[in-house]
């Protein structure tokens, strides 16, 4: 079966680094995606990898291996406005997004 | 770009009646994807159109669920008779098609509907 696993929910402090970790299994593989959602808005594209490796952006950066179906969102620097689920999604064999729950995160001042 | 655009933006009405959702795409996006979301069961896909084909709509609930995309700048969502247990945000959401490997997928708003 197709199964995308991230923790429910994280607390971290304003100023500091959090990684939120996803394990994927999917019938193929063509991607990772990391996805930011705000409290009542619709998610959006934070960051896509499809090599193993780390990809920077600013404060966000999102690590794939693929020999290991994992992926990790970092994000440095903390602020009260990354405050949000974000939700990891395996793009599989037929290029449909598999949706992981979604991770809360927490940020305390 | 004005991006995905859903009405109604919030959605009341009573069980049995019919509801209909309405999105917008972004302009040259040839995939359209109709979404549900709750507490429950997160995010769930329920069909997915491509230039303007429903391709799968095996997330789709049961019967009382269509999805039509006459044109490809417009598509519609209804559910005939409305269930309380179908309150949930519906999202919309459009991609390009082309650049394999990377179907970034931009969300509209969501139609937050409550079926009493």
């Known amino acids: 079966g197709q199964n995308i696993d991230q923790p429910t929910e994280m607390t971290a402090t304003e100023g500091a680094i959090v990684q939120i970790n996803c394990t994927y299994q999917t019938s193929g593989f063509n991607g990772l995606f990391w996805y930011q959602q705000h409290a009542a808005e619709a998610p959006t594209f934070l960051s896509y990898n499809v090599l193993d490796g780390l990809e920077e952006k600013g404060r966000f950066s999102s690590f794939l291996s693929r020999s290991k179906g994992y992926s990790y969102l970092l994000l440095k620097e903390l602020q009260m406005k990354d405050s949000a689920s974000y939700l990891c999604a395996s793009l599989d064999s037929n290029y449909q997004l598999i949706w992981g729950a979604g991770t809360k995160l927490i940020i305390k001042p | 770009d004005a991006g995905v655009i859903q009405s109604p933006r919030h959605e009341v009405t009573e069980m049995g009646q019919e509801v209909t959702l309405r999105c917008k795409p972004i302009?040259?996006?040839?995939?359209l994807f109709w979404y549900r979301q709750t507490m429950m069961r997160g995010l769930e896909l329920l069909i997915y159109?491509?230039?303007?084909?429903?391709?799968?709509d095996s997330g789709m609930p049961e019967d009382r669920f269509s999805a039509k995309m006459p044109n490809a700048s417009f598509s519609t969502l209804k559910i005939q008779p409305s269930e309380p247990r179908d309150s949930a945000v519906y999202f919309c959401a459009s991609s390009l098609a082309g650049v394999r490997g990377e179907e970034t997928q931009y969300f509209g708003p969501g139609t937050r509907l409550l079926v009493l």
């Open positions: 159109f491509n230039n303007n084909v429903p391709i799968d």
């Open positions: 302009s040259g996006h040839d995939y």
